[in-house]
């Protein structure tokens, strides 16, 4: 049995992450939920109105012996805009915040080394906003918006690959 690993992001309305990142060799399982604030059990109603703090997230499950945590970091950060403070496209509130929840402190590490080598590369457009926080517990979506946008092709969408925003030293995903 292979090895797997965690990883929990945040970054704008989780219809479109899940279906960008879901995409990835080795990425095995996605949910999309919510984390980071105080309610438990929230439903998507009690954090659309922005009154939990929670933000909407992916939980991915991957092999790390195809998809490096730092691989999955680096297209996260190129199919949201990490440098706008609790905003994406048209979604605003801090329900819609970058974050990455770190499940232990080599995640931690990753991820803020990353941000360190995007902030000197100048390529994103302005600071990186992306908080990065421990893991907290997570509550799944209704089984309406898990997979969302599979069930509905049409359906919102702020995410999309930027070509330019990878480091120099590596592919962009």
Same mark, same amino acid.
């Given at each position: 049995?292979?090895? #797997? ?5 945040? !970054? ?13 060799? !080795? ?9 980071? *604030? ?50 994406? *496209? ?15 402190? !080599? ?22 906003? #992306? ?43």
């Amino acid at each position: 049995m292979s090895h #797997t690993e965690t990883a929990i992001l945040a !970054g704008g309305c989780f219809w479109g992450v899940q279906d960008l990142l879901r995409a990835l060799d !080795g990425v095995i399982e996605t949910r999309v939920g919510y984390t980071g *604030g105080a309610m438990t059990d929230p439903s998507y109603e009690d954090v659309r109105t922005g009154r939990t703090d929670h933000a909407e997230s992916l939980k991915i499950v991957f092999d790390p012996a195809v998809l490096s945590y730092r691989a999955l970091l680096e297209c996260f950060f190129q199919i949201h805009d990490p440098t706008t403070r609790n905003r994406q *496209g048209n979604d605003i509130g801090t329900q819609y915040r970058s974050a990455i929840f770190f499940m232990d402190d !080599g995640q931690k590490d990753t991820a803020l080394a990353l941000i360190a080598e995007m902030t000197e590369s100048g390529r994103w457009p302005g600071p990186i906003v #992306t908080q990065v926080i421990a893991a907290q517990p997570f509550y799944d979506a209704e089984d309406y918006h898990q997979d969302y946008l599979v069930k509905n092709p049409n359906g919102y969408t702020c995410h999309f690959v930027r070509a330019d925003w990878h480091l120099n030293k590596t592919e962009p995903a």
